[in-house]
């Protein structure tokens, strides 16, 4: 176990918190993700971390649900 935990945003950002002890926490780091990248994958032996997400227009936004289905971002953390 490695004591970390994930926060995908999906503002596009990453925030990764280390288990200090049972009752504190702190930020490892907050990593640059495309906009909309909520939902995650972990692959225990990897240690990657998959980030879905699709490509949107420049005049949208995530929440206006324009975007194209074909794009799948993967985000490597060591």
């Known amino acids: 176990m490695t004591g970390l935990a994930f926060s995908s945003n999906g503002s596009g950002s990453l925030t990764v918190v280390h288990e200090d002890s049972p009752d504190k926490f702190s930020i490892v780091n907050n990593v640059v993700t495309e906009p909309g990248a909520r939902t995650m994958a972990l692959d225990l032996k990897t240690h990657q971390l998959y980030?879905?997400?699709?490509?949107?227009?420049?005049?949208?936004t995530p929440s206006q649900d324009r975007y194209d289905l074909d794009l799948l971002l993967s985000l490597v953390l060591l």
């Open 51 to 60: 980030l879905a997400t699709a490509k949107f227009s420049a005049t949208s």
